[in-house]
């Protein structure tokens, strides 16, 4: 994605394409998720289109998309449009929530979180190649 879409998209609020991410906004989006663990780990990605730390944590995941989405279903949950359906997920994962924060579900159960500075593409596929590993 390039800058001057991923700008626009940000300011527009959305800050997501839709072919790129599943977009959650319903708690039984939220739940589909979870379940969907059960065959393959599932990130999570909580954004504030408000947050510069935001942003950031955003690109640092899709400068690797498409080597964690190989591994993992992505997706994206916007905080200010949807906070029910955020802290709903911190409800089902006992993980508190925090923005951004990016979260791997596998098996229904957190097993890699992070938030703000220490969300890393390179963490998250290293905490996806764990989860292979023990699977094998």
Not at 54 to 81: P, T, W
Not at 105 to 125: Q, T
């Amino acid at each position: 994605m390039g800058i001057f879409k991923t700008m626009k998209n940000a300011i527009k609020g959305s800050g997501v394409d839709k072919e790129d991410w599943n977009i959650i906004t319903a708690k039984e989006e939220a739940e589909e998720v979870i379940n969907a663990s059960e065959d393959q780990p599932q990130l999570v990605y909580k954004h504030s289109h408000t947050c510069s730390i935001c942003f950031l944590a955003r690109q640092e995941i899709e400068q690797q998309f498409e080597d964690i989405k190989a591994k993992a279903g992505m997706n994206f949950l916007n905080v200010i449009k949807s906070r029910p359906v955020s802290n709903y997920i911190a409800e089902q994962t006992g993980v508190r929530h925090e923005s951004p924060q990016a979260l791997i579900i596998d098996k229904g159960e957190v097993v890699w979180h992070a938030s703000h500075h220490s969300i890393k593409a390179d963490a998250i596929l290293e905490a996806l190649e764990n989860i292979k590993t023990q699977n094998s």
